[in-house]
């Protein structure tokens, strides 16, 4: 097992634990090394001072590391009090409208259109579909965060 220190492009730094150097490469190639804050999937190892012995010294006999005055978040708790509100925010929408999974920009735009009666919905749209319901003055926004069964 191997442990590195993670930021990600939103500047989040966070800790990850990995089975070997190569796992990370492989999991960090496929894109699915995710920031632990924010989700975003833009993450590269961090600066990090791995304790070194001084020559001639046995490793048992090596000084304490001092430690990165850095400071990682817990993975339980939001490293910054914005992030509480922004989960708040999420799970409140959450629970007053209806998931409509893949078909969020149809029923978004039958909504619009008049075609089927408004209602509060969220679900799951592709940026092409994103940006075609924005050009269409359909009003949309973007949840705060990864979805809970993307989160890891």
């Given at each position: 097992?191997?442990?590195?220190?993670?930021?990600?492009?939103?500047?989040?730094?966070f800790?990850?634990?990995?089975?070997?150097?190569?796992?990370?490469?492989?999991?960090?190639?496929?894109?699915?090394v995710?920031?632990?804050?924010?989700?975003?999937?833009?993450?590269?190892?961090?600066?990090?001072?791995?304790?070194?012995?001084?020559?001639?010294?046995?490793?048992?006999?090596?000084?304490?590391?001092?430690?990165?005055?850095?400071?990682?978040?817990?993975?339980?708790?939001?490293?910054?009090?914005?992030?509480?509100?922004?989960?708040?925010?999420?799970?409140?929408?959450?629970?007053?409208?209806?998931?409509?999974?893949?078909?969020?920009?149809?029923?978004?735009?039958a909504?619009?259109?008049?075609?089927?009666?408004?209602?509060?919905?969220?679900?799951e749209?592709?940026?092409?579909?994103?940006?075609?319901?924005?050009?269409?003055?359909?009003?949309?926004?973007?949840?705060?965060?990864?979805?809970?069964?993307?989160?890891?």
């Amino acid at each position: 097992m191997i442990r590195y220190t993670l930021k990600c492009a939103e500047g989040h730094r966070f800790e990850s634990w990995f089975q070997s150097a190569d796992a990370y490469d492989t999991l960090q190639g496929k894109r699915l090394v995710a920031c632990a804050i924010c989700g975003a999937t833009d993450v590269q190892k961090a600066m990090m001072a791995p304790p070194v012995p001084k020559k001639g010294r046995a490793a048992e006999e090596a000084p304490a590391p001092v430690p990165v005055p850095t400071p990682t978040p817990s993975l339980s708790e939001p490293a910054h009090p914005a992030e509480a509100l922004l989960r708040q925010m999420r799970e409140h929408v959450e629970k007053k409208s209806t998931y409509v999974g893949g078909s969020f920009a149809k029923e978004a735009r039958a909504m619009h259109l008049g075609d089927v009666p408004e209602r509060p919905i969220h679900g799951e749209a592709n940026a092409d579909e994103a940006k075609s319901l924005i050009e269409d003055g359909v009003p949309i926004l973007p949840l705060p965060g990864p979805p809970p069964e993307k989160a890891n």
